[in-house]
């Protein structure tokens, strides 16, 4: 069965940000740091670093955490998108092309990448398989029943092909549901997420943000469409916070203020706080997301993400659990 979020956890993977060639992404050290430090003891943790002096550096900082680390030349953060999907003792790995920033993942980018996603695997005792789909990590959440994953996959395959290959590969059958206005990603992990099998945590938006109308009523379709699955439905607060990353390759949309992107481990969520625009909103929404899941039965951890956000991305973007 495809491992699922809330399936049972050995580790997590992660890229230590120090030494990375972007400026942005070494800013980033102090919230590895923190993140690492609310990972439990329990778990193994594999590190992805630059080199054996920063990889030397973190065993020293954590002396009680099971951490292996990884020299790698790879400086990519957002794991999520390239690990693939376990199943068992195989990872999945669909066919990683994305669409945007395409001066940054070149074809020789993109080779790099997947050769050290396959050593990072047999490091874990996991036999890498290809996936003959086009598809970012990002843009799959699954129960092991079902795999959900945004309309933007249908600009690369038919419906009749992803259903036949996610049936054949991964025993799971595909759900398509709109993605929203403005998301040039087109990640479904942005918006929804399941904590159990049977039950989906879907975005809610704020009713005061005019610009937020469209996206508002793309929510409401998919949650029309995921109920008639049977599934429960918990909503989260999200605030989208209207900024921009912007790269020698363009804008990315900051991912501050979405908290549906947190990692889970068995009964624990690390769970996203933000400062938002208005005081009182930082209060509301980091207090109701965290009673919300606390109701749902789980742990939470809370940690900021307001630098990570701003990059375009949350904290279920840069791990990968196995």
Same mark, same amino acid.
């Given at each position: ?7 049972? %956890? ?6 230590? !940000? ?44 954590? #002396?009680?955490?099971?951490?292996? %680390? ?107 549901? #709109? ?26 938006? !704020? ?45 990315? #949309? ?27 909103? %930082? ?40």
């Amino acid at each position: 069965m495809v491992k699922s979020d809330f399936s049972s %956890t050995e580790g997590i993977t992660l890229t230590y !940000p120090e030494g990375h060639e972007d400026i942005e992404y070494r800013k980033l050290v102090s919230f590895y740091n923190e993140l690492i430090s609310l990972i439990p003891d329990s778990k193994s943790i594999n590190l992805l670093c630059i080199n054996k002096q920063i990889a030397n550096k973190v065993l020293l900082l954590f #002396p009680n955490k099971k951490i292996k %680390t990884i020299i790698s030349k790879m400086e990519e953060i957002w794991l999520r998108d390239i690990m693939g999907f376990k199943f068992n003792s195989d990872v999945y790995c669909p066919i990683f092309k994305p669409d945007y920033f395409i001066n940054h993942y070149t074809s020789e980018y993109i080779l790099s990448i997947q050769k050290q996603v396959e050593i990072t695997h047999e490091l874990a005792n996991l036999t890498t398989q290809h996936l003959p789909i086009i598809l970012d990590g990002g843009n799959f959440i699954s129960n092991g029943l079902y795999g959900i994953i945004t309309e933007k996959i249908l600009n690369y395959h038919s419906k009749k092909k992803l259903k036949k290959i996610f049936n054949k590969k991964l025993n799971i059958e595909p759900i398509i549901i #709109p993605h929203l206005e403005g998301d040039i990603l087109g990640h479904s992990d942005g918006i929804i997420n399941f904590i159990d099998k049977n039950t989906i945590v879907l975005s809610s938006y !704020p009713k005061h943000l005019p610009s937020l109308i469209q996206e508002r009523k793309t929510l409401k379709i998919i949650k029309t469409q995921l109920l008639k699955y049977g599934f429960r439905i918990v909503e989260i607060k999200d605030r989208p916070v209207f900024e921009s990353h912007i790269t020698p390759e363009g804008k990315l #949309p900051s991912a501050r203020g979405i908290y549906v992107n947190y990692i889970q481990i068995d009964n624990l969520i690390i769970l996203p706080e933000y400062k938002l625009p208005k005081y009182k909103s %930082t209060f509301d929404y980091n207090e109701f997301n965290k009673k919300q899941m606390q109701q749902e039965g789980f742990e939470v951890k809370t940690i900021n993400c307001d630098n990570l956000g701003k990059l375009g991305g949350g904290l279920r973007c840069i791990s990968w659990c196995f």
